[in-house]
């Protein structure tokens, strides 16, 4: 499995952008890039799933270089109860399941 | 739509005695099955999965056990706790195709003492 790297933590204040960066420098080529999202005793919530380039959804965009060994979550004009931790991902989509593994994620504070 | 269902919501279990944590998914068929646990402060580990009925993987040796005797349905066990089974334990399920994003249950908040 592809060893993933990101920030222990960030802080921003309501309304900016947020951009958490995930390092992920020996992934495969038959990998995907997910990310989900944490809050206090509940399970993660996936964000959003890509390949290569760009992916956006109604909740955020996935930046991932040609090289794809990084990826960036972009989360818009983020507000307080955007304040959770994510994980980042790496995995084959294939085998039956993706078989990945959280690390210790991002935790995000949101200031108001 | 498809939800998932755990129990206990929260149990407390002298080190030593079984446990047994039961995860049930509705409204899809063949999912894939997950266990996970959360120490405190920390990320999750992948206890077990499975594919379907009766085919269980193990991720990470431990006194743990799970096993699916129907399609929908995952079960975890212990015959004796100890105290680092101590954890936020959380049941997912997928769909057994791309892109396999995982849902997750509402979790068993496990305290051994």
């Known amino acids: 499995l592809a060893k993933t790297t990101q920030p222990i933590s960030m802080d921003s204040y309501e309304g900016q952008e947020v951009n958490i960066t995930c390092s992920h420098n020996n992934i495969a080529t038959n990998d995907y890039i997910t990310w989900y999202q944490q809050f206090p005793s509940q399970g993660p919530r996936f964000i959003i799933q890509?390949?290569?380039t760009k992916v956006t959804n109604e909740v955020a965009s996935l930046f991932i270089p040609a090289d794809r060994k990084s990826s960036t979550l972009s989360l818009p004009r983020v507000s307080l109860s955007d304040t959770a931790v994510y994980y980042c991902l790496v995995g084959p989509n294939s085998g039956g399941y993706q078989k990945v593994t959280f690390g210790t994620g991002t935790k995000l504070q949101v200031i108001p | 739509s498809q939800t998932i269902h755990q129990w206990p919501a929260t149990l407390v279990q002298p080190v030593g005695s079984p446990l047994s944590l039961e995860c049930t998914v509705e409204?899809?068929?063949?999912?894939?099955l997950y266990w996970y646990r959360q120490a405190a402060g920390r990320g999750l580990q992948l206890l077990f999965y499975?594919?379907?009925?009766?085919?269980i993987s193990s991720e990470v040796p431990q006194n743990l056990s799970a096993s699916r005797p129907q399609d929908r349905q995952f079960i975890l066990s212990s015959k004796k706790l100890l105290l680092s089974d101590s954890g936020f334990y959380l049941c997912?399920?997928?769909?057994?195709?791309?892109?396999?994003?995982?849902?997750f249950g509402p979790g068993t908040r496990l305290t051994v003492t």
């Open positions: 890509g390949y290569k």
């Open positions: 499975s594919v379907g009925i009766g085919q």
């Open positions: 997912a399920w997928s769909e057994a195709g791309p892109p396999y994003e995982q849902y």
């Open positions: 409204g899809t068929s063949n999912p894939n």
